[in-house]
Structure formats: structure tokens, C-alpha cells
């Protein structure tokens, strides 16, 4: 069981890049979530998927969108990268929604934007 | 929407001592409280949490306090250890799993 993997680990883009940050979790989890952790803010709900097919906005969705692949991948795409996006992207995944909302977070993907 | 204050932002104990993490929440409708412990480079991780129908829990070394009325909630070490040394943050969930909104970390240091 990898739990929830995210790719890639580190990221570096020149401000008006566009790239896909990748989550996945095997844990057959229904919602998945993307956030993003900022010094001395903790972590902000950018999107989350309550199911496959479905995705809403957090508190912070802008210049972000989301896909939702199937029930096993979860992928935030920045369409044109501005240097305030730089951060700790963070995936995270809950376990069966009717009985626990534990979350499973991923290592992270620490982006920079110049 | 919700807003989740937490204090102190960095707590120092010398080993053995217990430390306490208090957070506040706005919204009345939440309903579900984790707590998580962040190491470095690491995501976070759930160490513990409690619902709105239970007003304190306890696992080993850690304990929650939560307290509906006043819309507060507490993280309770005891015996610290230093491998207790970490961010630790409090959420609120006001639909039960849907949007987790958290706190703004503590950092505790265990001084062996």
C-alpha cells in the first residue's frame, strides 16, 4: 500500500508556465482533496472531489483547475503559473466518507514560481 | 465561512513536561475535529480527533478536549518525548468531511 504519492516531488517554473501537479491513492478512497500549505497560514483547501466525476472549490480555487480522473487520481493544473502560487502543494485523500473522515495526506510537491 | 484560530504558534517543554495546543473555531455547525502532526518535509499526519457529540478523547499520551458552548478545542500531550518534536495543527469540518478548514500550526520542541 503507497497510501497517496504525488508527483513530482520538486518543481520550478518561470511565471506564465503552465504543468500538472499529479496525485494518486490506492487506498480506495471517495474524496480526494488538493492543498496548499503557505508559512504561518497552515493549510488551504484549493478543490476537492467528493466522488469520481465531481470536484468543488476551496477556500483558495483561483487560477487553478482540477480533474478527477477516475476514483484513484486527483490532478491540479496551473494554467499560467504566478510567482504568489509558489508553494507546498498538498494531496490528500478520506477514507470512507460515512464512517471516518481521516485524511491521508501525500509528501508534497514544493513549487516555485520566477 | 470558517475560520479556525490556534495558539501558541511555537511551544517549547522540557522533556517529560505536557503541552497543551488550544484552537477556536466560528462556525457552530462543524462538527468533526482532527488534529494532525506535521514533521519535516513530511505531510501531515492525523494523530487524533474527536466529534461534536463527544466532549473529550484520549489515546495513550494524547488527549482532545472539545467544548461546543465556548466553540473551542484542545490538544493535551503528556510525557512528552522528543520524537514529539513537530507542527501540529488543529481542523474544523462543518459538513462532516467535505471541507477541512485548519489552523495555523504550532510548532512544538521536546528539550531532552
Known amino acids: 500500500n503507497a497510501g497517496v504519492t504525488q508527483t513530482p516531488k520538486f518543481q520550478v517554473l518561470k511565471t506564465g508556465q503552465s504543468m500538472t501537479l499529479q496525485c494518486a491513492q490506492d487506498?480506495?478512497?471517495?474524496?480526494m482533496y488538493w492543498y496548499r500549505q503557505d508559512p504561518g497560514m497552515g493549510l488551504r483547501l484549493i478543490y476537492y472531489s467528493a466522488s469520481e466525476g465531481t470536484t468543488d472549490k476551496g477556500e483558495v480555487p483561483n487560477g487553478y483547475n482540477v480533474s478527477r480522473l477516475n476514483k484513484r487520481e486527483f490532478s491540479l493544473r496551473l494554467e499560467s503559473a504566478a510567482p504568489s502560487q509558489t508553494s507546498v502543494y498538498f494531496c490528500?485523500?478520506?477514507?470512507?466518507?460515512?464512517?471516518?473522515?481521516?485524511?491521508?495526506f501525500g509528501p508534497g510537491t514544493r513549487l516555485t514560481v520566477t | 465561512g470558517e475560520n479556525v484560530e490556534q495558539h501558541p504558534s511555537t511551544l517549547s517543554v522540557q522533556e517529560g513536561d505536557s503541552a497543551v495546543i488550544k484552537c477556536t473555531y466560528s462556525d457552530s455547525a462543524s462538527n468533526y475535529f482532527p488534529w494532525y502532526k506535521q514533521e519535516l518535509g513530511k505531510g501531515p499526519q492525523l494523530i487524533i480527533d474527536?466529534?461534536?457529540?463527544?466532549g473529550e478523547k484520549k489515546d495513550q499520551r494524547i488527549a482532545v478536549t472539545l467544548n461546543k458552548t465556548a466553540k473551542h478545542f484542545s490538544l493535551h500531550i503528556t510525557e512528552t518525548q522528543p520524537e514529539d518534536s513537530a507542527v501540529y495543527f488543529c481542523?474544523?469540518?462543518?459538513?462532516?468531511?467535505?471541507?477541512?478548514?485548519f489552523g495555523t500550526g504550532t510548532s512544538l520542541t521536546v528539550i531532552p
Open positions: 487506498m480506495n478512497h471517495n474524496s
Open positions: 481542523a474544523a469540518s462543518p459538513n462532516t468531511g467535505n471541507q477541512f478548514y
Open positions: 490528500a485523500s478520506t477514507r470512507d466518507r460515512d464512517r471516518s473522515y481521516e485524511q491521508y
Open positions: 474527536i466529534r461534536s457529540n463527544v
